[in-house]
């Protein structure tokens, strides 16, 4: 059964910094394109940052670009969300979900991701 499972959320003060984990089940992660989500309450789900099945290539938010970095272990079936600077803003379940497309599709999009996790909460607050 294909599965993602979210985990390292947490509260955290501003400034602080979390490792977000993404392991997959169920199929060879490394067959796809595996990108980070996240949705605060009463807005609409949005992208984070996407990677490449090789990890070479990866996408982020402008909100999030030079604060978060994405990875990946294919061995490990594990994506990664390095996320440091954290601020209020950035409060939201965080879910990962694999690409319909096994290239990364042109937008870190949720259109174009399926199959989603349960999420992990991330509070970032003082």
């Known amino acids: 059964q294909l599965q993602f499972v979210e985990s390292g959320g947490g509260l955290v003060q501003p400034g602080g910094s979390l490792r977000l984990s993404c392991a997959a089940s169920g199929f060879a992660l490394d067959y796809y394109a595996i990108g980070w989500f996240r949705q605060a309450p009463g807005k609409e789900r949005e992208g984070v940052s996407c990677?490449?099945?090789?990890?070479?290539?990866?996408k982020y938010a402008d909100s999030v670009k030079g604060r978060f970095t994405i990875s990946r272990d294919n061995a490990k079936n594990t994506v990664y969300l390095q996320m440091n600077s954290l601020k209020p803003e950035d409060t939201a379940v965080y879910y990962c979900?694999?690409?319909?497309?096994?290239?990364?599709?042109?937008?870190?999009?949720?259109?174009?991701?399926?199959?989603w996790g349960q999420g992990t909460q991330v509070t970032v607050s003082s």
């Open positions: 990677i490449s099945s090789s990890g070479g290539t990866t």
């Open positions: 979900a694999r690409s319909r497309l096994q290239i990364l599709p042109p937008m870190c999009a949720p259109k174009w991701y399926d199959h």
